[in-house]
């Protein structure tokens, strides 16, 4: 007796959740709009979840079909999002100081601006993270230089090359003028026309039986990808009547990654680039 009365409470008790879940379901779908049939309050809790989903990948199939409202809503969101955004990304490649213009063109016959400032250095010994050795401890080069060759220099270690070593980089004039005073005539350029007073230019160099490093795997991966990093192979084979110097397979400079790309893909030289 005791037991069929529990049933019977406990039927109530069910039919009471039920009833309360249709009244919660039929607030909820009128809330909506009232656009959605009483006969599918599944359909409509389904197109809640749906939308807001949706919303951030901008699938704006979705939308055609609920109200109008809703749909001018969303397109009026995904419209603003999406343009705003790639607006502002052709003006940030545009102002992104890639040396756009002309690249600075230092060889023999052309020296430094009297007034050229390299600006700011990077310290490159105390940068610890880097992804590259040092032949000695006094190098430093532009900011945006050092940082494209440690991207260089990881890129190449995350696809297995590896061992680069950094042997010279940024000179001052008082070093670039013992070097000129110390080396055979011809060798170094005479202070003021060396690219290694720029902070542009660094050589490179890895460990090899022979020491060539243009025979190396690591001058392989470097020549084939510098540009997408900015680098240009400086003085390169056969061209020794444009540069004024022999082939240097280590030396390499920073132009920005559309002017390198433009020089290296044609094979060219900066002096060929710069009609000079
Ligand atoms: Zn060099």
Redesign the pocket.
């Given at each position: 007796m005791k037991k069929k009365q529990d049933r019977y409470f406990y039927i109530f008790a069910a039919l009471v959740a039920l009833a309360l879940l249709c009244v919660i379901l039929i607030v909820a779908v009128t809330n909506r709009g009232g656009n959605g049939s009483s006969a599918a309050p599944s359909g409509g809790a389904a197109s809640d979840v749906s939308p807001a989903a949706g919303a951030e990948s901008g699938d704006a199939s979705d939308y055609d079909s609920p109200t109008p409202e809703t749909s001018g809503e969303t397109s009026g969101e995904t419209s603003a999002g999406p343009s705003t955004e790639t607006s502002s990304l052709p003006e940030d490649e545009s102002s992104a100081p890639e040396q756009k213009e002309k690249p600075l063109l230092i060889n023999k016959d052309h020296g430094l601006p009297e007034d050229y400032d390299p600006g700011e250095m990077v310290d490159i010994l105390a940068r610890k993270d880097r992804h590259f050795q040092l032949a000695h401890a006094d190098m430093k080069l532009q900011t945006e230089v050092y940082e494209a060759l440690d991207r260089m220099c990881a890129d190449a270690e995350a696809q297995g090359v590896t061992g680069y070593i950094l042997t010279?980089s940024f000179r001052p004039r008082e070093e670039q003028e013992r070097l000129y005073s110390e080396m055979p005539a011809g060798i170094a350029a005479p202070p003021g026309y060396s690219?290694?007073e720029t902070g542009l230019?660094f050589?490179i160099s890895a460990y090899s039986k022979n020491g060539d490093f243009g025979e190396t795997p690591q001058f392989e991966w470097l020549y084939a990808h510098c540009a997408e990093y900015g680098f240009i192979l400086r003085y390169p084979q056969g061209k020794e009547d444009i540069t004024g110097y022999s082939y240097?397979p280590?030396?390499y400079r920073y132009v920005g990654v559309e002017i390198a790309k433009e020089i290296m893909s044609a094979g060219m030289t900066l002096e060929e680039y710069c009609g000079d």
């Open positions: 010279d690219e290694h230019a050589d240097e280590w030396h």
